[in-house]
Structures are given as C-alpha cells and as structure tokens.
T-cell receptor, first 115, second 112 residues
Framework: NAGVMQNPRHLVRRRGQEARLRCSPM?????VYWYRQLPEEGLKFMVY????????ESGMPKERFSAEFPKEGPSILRIQQVVRGDSAAYFC?????????????FGSGTRLTVV | RKEVEQDPGPFNVPEGATVAFNCTYSNSASQSFFWYRQDCRKEPKLLMS???SGNEDGRFTAQLNRASQYISLLIRDSKLSDSATYLCVVNMRDTGRRALTFGSGTRLQVQP
C-alpha cells in the first residue's frame, strides 16, 4: 500500500514561470490537504480538498495560487508567475473519510526553489 | 498571538536525560491534539495523539490541560535517534477550519 506520493521531489523554476506540484493520496483516502513550510518555520495550512471540491482555501494566497483535486488523477497545486518568496517545501497530506485529523498521512514533499 | 506556540529551542541534552516540551494554544474550543516529529527536511510523522487523561507510549508521555490550554511532551531516557524537531499540532474545527494547525516546532539535539 503506497503512501502519499508527491512529485516532483525537487523543482527549480525561474521567476515568472509556473510551478505544478502533484499529490496522489493513499488508496482509500478522499481528503487532501496542502501545507507550505518556509525555511526555519512551521507548516502553514493552505487548502483542503475532496474529490472535485475545494472545502477550505482559507490559507491560500489570493493571487497566483490555485489547487484542484479532479475526479481522476492526482491533486495539483499550481503556482503561477513564481517569485523568490515562493521557495519552500510543499507538503501534501491525505486522510480517509470519517477519520478527520486522526488519519493524516503526509507525503515526502516537493521542494520548490525559485531562482 | 500565534494559534499554537512553542519554544523553538534548541534543547541540547545528553543521552539518557529526561526532557520536556511545552505548547500553548489560543483557541479554547480546540478538539484534537497531537505531537508530530519532523526530521531535517523530511515530512512530519505522527508521534502520538494527546488525550485529557494523559497518555504514554514507551518513553514518551503526553499531557493535555484544557483549562490552561497547554500541552506537554515528556521524553525519558533520551536516545541519539530522538534528535529531531517536535511539532505541537491542534485541530481547531470550531473555527471552520478542518485542517490541522501546527506550531513552529521545538528542536531537540541529543548528544553522546
């Protein structure tokens, strides 16, 4: 049973380019959460999604960031026109329905570097 | 005020020592509480859930004081492998947020 799969593990983008981060939840998990961790800081919640629905995006920056979790395929976190301040580790977690915070499993993260 | 506050440390302790970490949270209606462990540049991993009655898992003991909005983690007989950052985590569902809120972490360095 594969865990939460994130790819790529490392991503380098030039300022102004787009970054696409992918997250495949564990089998049987229908809830996906994205977190961002800036260097030397804690994890900050960004967005919570279920299949085809954004449930809570209160932590998402208003501009340039978007997320989706389509019926088929992985969840995608998209950052348009990246800036140096977007450099961070982006972690995805998934949980099964009904377990809420007790069923969290994190992926290994994508480390985004903007040059 | 941060929603979840922790002393960043680092705590430098010798092998075999007992060390305690504390955490406070701002939302009195928070429902679920956890300690996670994060090794350098890796994903957080659940160490243990925290219950009002207190709970123990081997060398690790967690306590929750709802009246004081305070969570603690005690590590006995520290091992070199315990060196990591310990994250205090709270679920604040009453705020409408359904995701976990993380503290910034307390770094532990166990020395030989």
């Amino acid at each position: 049973n594969a865990g939460v799969m994130q790819n790529p593990r490392h991503l380098v983008r030039r300022r102004g380019q787009e970054a696409r981060l992918r997250c495949s939840p564990m089998k049987g998990h229908s809830h996906v959460y994205w977190y961002r961790q800036l260097p030397e800081e804690g994890l900050k919640f960004m967005v919570y999604l279920q299949k085809e629905n954004i449930i809570d995006e209160s932590g998402m920056p208003k501009e340039r960031f978007s997320a989706e979790f389509p019926k088929e395929g992985p969840s995608i976190l998209r950052i348009q026109q990246v800036v140096r301040g977007d450099s961070a580790a982006y972690f995805c977690a998934s949980s099964p329905p009904g377990q809420g915070s007790y069923g969290y499993t994190f992926g290994s993260g994508t480390r985004l570097t903007v040059v | 005020r941060k929603e979840v506050e922790q002393d960043p440390g680092p705590f430098n302790v010798p092998e075999g020592a007992t060390v305690a970490f504390n955490c406070t949270y701002s939302n009195s209606a928070s429902q679920s509480f956890f300690w996670y462990r994060q090794d350098c540049r890796k994903e957080p991993k659940l160490l243990m859930s925290v219950y009002s009655s207190g709970n123990e898992d081997g060398r690790f003991t967690a306590q929750l004081n709802r009246a004081s909005q305070y969570i603690s983690l005690l590590i006995r007989d520290s091992k070199l492998s315990d060196s990591a950052t310990y994250l205090c985590v709270v679920n604040m569902r009453d705020t409408g947020r359904r995701a976990l809120t993380f503290g910034s972490g307390t770094r532990l360095q166990v020395q030989p």
